[in-house]
């Protein structure tokens, strides 16, 4: 997504999740979030897979989104759109969120 003619910077969100504790809450938010993620123009690099760990623990599953910059990220998080499916989260699953940015595009 990265694009050296707009010189934006892409974002990147990564979730973990560490723990399922309602695996119908957290079927509902698989279903609810990638609709919002499209919307604010988001793309899954990595969606739902099992990690396989090299060093350390890991959790669940992992999801990777690559946005076109960091306010579109924080846009769609902040957003009333994505709300019900961040409520849910909050209940259905332990997770870990992190957001970072991309490296600038060059020429």
């Known amino acids: ?5 707009t ?4 974002a990147y969100s990564i979730t973990e999740v560490l723990e399922v ?24 690099v990595v969606l739902g897979a099992s990690p ?24 769609w998080y902040d957003s009333p759109e994505y709300a019900p499916a961040r409520e849910i989260a909050a209940t259905a699953m332990r997770r870990r969120l992190v957001f970072l940015p991309g490296l600038a595009p060059t020429a």
Not at 7 to 10: A, N, V, Y
Not at 21 to 44: C, M, S, W
Not at 52 to 75: F, K, N, R, S
């Open 52 to 75: 396989t760990v090299a060093e350390g623990e890991a959790g669940v599953a992992v999801a990777v989104v690559e946005w076109p910059d960091m306010q579109t990220l924080q846009a």
């Open 21 to 44: 504790l309602d695996p119908q809450g957290a079927q509902r938010y698989a279903e609810l979030t990638p609709i919002t993620v499209e919307k604010f123009g988001g793309r899954f």
């Open 7 to 10: 010189g934006r910077t892409p």
């Open 1 to 5: 997504m990265s694009d050296v003619t």
